[in-house]
C-alpha cells in the first residue's frame, strides 16, 4: 500500500514585530507622508468652498460649503480674473514652448558639436542661473522703460515684454539637463544619418527630438509650472489689472490689511491649478524616464 501523501502545514504567521521592522514602518511612513500632502489641499479647498470670505471658520474642514466665491470672482468686474487666466495661460504656454525649443538647440550643440568653448559656456550658462532673480529686478525695469519709449509693444506693462524677459533665463539648469540626456542618444545613429548626406538640421528635426520626446516633457511641464507661479517679474512689469497674470492679480485679493478675500484667493488658486494637473496628467508618462535617464551619462 503507497503512503498516504504529508498533509501539508498551514503557512505559520509572521510575528506583528518582525513583520513591522521589515515592511510595516514603510506603510506608517506613507501614510504619514500623504497625510502631510493632501491636508494643504483640503484646507484650500475648504477655504474657497467657504462663504465667509475669511478662514476663521476653516479650521473645521468643510463647516460651510457654497460657491459664493467662485462665483464672486468669475462675474466681479472689479476681479478681472477671466482675463489674468487668459493672460497667463498665453504667456506660460508660449514660453513654455520656447524655452524647450531653444534648450533643446543649445543642448545639441553641446553635446554634438566640438567648438573653441563649449565647456566654459556649458559651465557659465549653469553658474548664471545660481544667482536670484531678486539682483535683476531693478535693471529689468530700467531696462524696459528704457525700452517702452522706443518699442512700446515689447516695453513695460506688456504680456511680450514678460514673454521676452522669460525667454532670456531659456538656457540655464534645463539645458544641462537636456545634455545630460542627449549624450544617452548614440552617435552612431547621426554618423549613419550623415552618410546618408543628412545635415545637423535634418538629424536635429527628423531623428533626434523623437528619441528625446521624454525630457522634453520633462523641461515643458518645469517650465510651465514655473511660469505660471512666478510672480516677482510680473509683479514689477505689469500694472495694469488687465494685463496681470494670476499670481499677481490673486495676491491683490489678499494684499489689503483692512480686509483680505482669502475665500476668493482660495477659489482662484484651486483654479488655476486645474491647467498645471491637466498637464501633469499628459505628460505623465515621460516624467520618469526623462528624469532619470538625464542623470545616467554625462
Known amino acids: 500500500m503507497a503512503p498516504s501523501p504529508r498533509a501539508e502545514r498551514p503557512a505559520r504567521r509572521r510575528p506583528f514585530g518582525k513583520w513591522f521592522a521589515d515592511t510595516g514602518w514603510r506603510h506608517v511612513v506613507a501614510i504619514v507622508v500623504s497625510a502631510f500632502a493632501i491636508f494643504p489641499l483640503l484646507y484650500v479647498l475648504s477655504a474657497s468652498l467657504n462663504p465667509s470670505g475669511t478662514l476663521t471658520g476653516t479650521n473645521q474642514l468643510f463647516s460651510a460649503v457654497g460657491i459664493d466665491s467662485y462665483v464672486r470672482i468669475l462675474t466681479d468686474p ?12 498665453i504667456v506660460a504656454l508660449i514660453t513654455g514652448f520656447t524655452m524647450v525649443f531653444i534648450g533643446a538647440l543649445a543642448a545639441y550643440a553641446f553635446s554634438r558639436m566640438r567648438f573653441t568653448g563649449r565647456r566654459v559656456g556649458l559651465i557659465t550658462i549653469v553658474v548664471v542661473q545660481m544667482f536670484p532673480q531678486m539682483l535683476a529686478v531693478v535693471a529689468i525695469f530700467l531696462m524696459f522703460s528704457s525700452i517702452s519709449d522706443w518699442f512700446p509693444a515689447i516695453g513695460l506693462n506688456t504680456l511680450s515684454g514678460l514673454i521676452l524677459i522669460y525667454l532670456g533665463g531659456a538656457l540655464g539648469v534645463n539645458t544641462y539637463l537636456m545634455y545630460g540626456f542627449f549624450n544617452t542618444i548614440p552617435k552612431e545613429l547621426d554618423e549613419a544619418a550623415k552618410i546618408d548626406g543628412a545635415g ?62 482669502w475665500s476668493g484667493f482660495a477659489a482662484g488658486a484651486v483654479m488655476a491649478a486645474i491647467p498645471v494637473v491637466i498637464v501633469f496628467l499628459l505628460l505623465q508618462k515621460y516624467i520618469v524616464g526623462g528624469l532619470t535617464a538625464g542623470a545616467t551619462k554625462g
Do not use: C
Request: net charge positive.
Open 78 to 89: 472689479q476681479i478681472p480674473y477671466p482675463q489674468w487666466f487668459l493672460n497667463t495661460m
Open 200 to 261: 545637423h538640421a535634418r538629424i536635429f528635426f527628423t531623428i533626434i527630438l523623437r528619441l528625446v520626446a521624454p525630457i522634453l516633457a520633462v523641461v515643458g511641464l518645469l517650465s510651465f509650472i514655473g511660469i505660471v507661479n512666478e510672480y516677482m517679474i510680473a509683479s514689477v512689469l505689469l500694472i495694469d489689472p488687465d494685463k496681470q497674470t494670476l499670481v499677481v492679480g490673486l495676491t491683490k485679493l489678499v494684499s489689503n490689511p483692512r480686509y483680505a478675500d
